[in-house]
């Protein structure tokens, strides 16, 4: 079955970096997306890419921050995740659906992660 394992949150201070990896199996020609939930927060879209990795869509609040890639022959997709910020903090997920194309929307995502911490200190 299709499953979607997250690695990469963790603590760090406002300014640092980190670089999200989500590895899918039972997949193909599939888009990709990060969202993330804070507490009390509805989940929100963070990142999006299509299948061949030439499409991708920021939310306003990361842009010019985060950086979504795909790498296909390893069957990973990766949000690198620079000058964070004590609102970044949140569980991120990654998800996937069954289109090449880019997709914001949560209805449109098919499988999920079980998500990572993601936690930014001022």
């Known amino acids: 079955q299709v499953q979607l394992v997250e690695s990469g949150g963790g603590l760090v201070q406002a300014g640092d970096s980190l670089r999200l990896s989500c590895v899918a199996s039972?997949?193909?020609?599939?888009?990709m997306g990060w969202f993330r939930q804070a507490p009390g927060k509805e989940r929100e879209f963070v990142a999006a890419v299509n299948y061949n990795g030439g499409s991708v869509s920021y939310a306003d609040s990361v842009k010019g921050r985060f950086t979504i890639s795909k790498n296909n022959a390893k069957n990973t997709a990766y949000l690198q995740m620079n000058s964070l910020k004590p609102e970044d903090t949140a569980v991120y997920y990654c998800?996937?659906?069954?289109?090449?194309?880019?997709?914001?929307?949560?209805?449109?995502?098919?499988?999920w992660g079980q998500g990572t911490q993601v936690t930014v200190s001022s």
């Open positions: 039972g997949l193909s020609r599939y888009g």
């Open positions: 998800a996937a659906h069954q289109g090449v194309f880019t997709a914001t929307r949560v209805p449109t995502y098919n499988h």
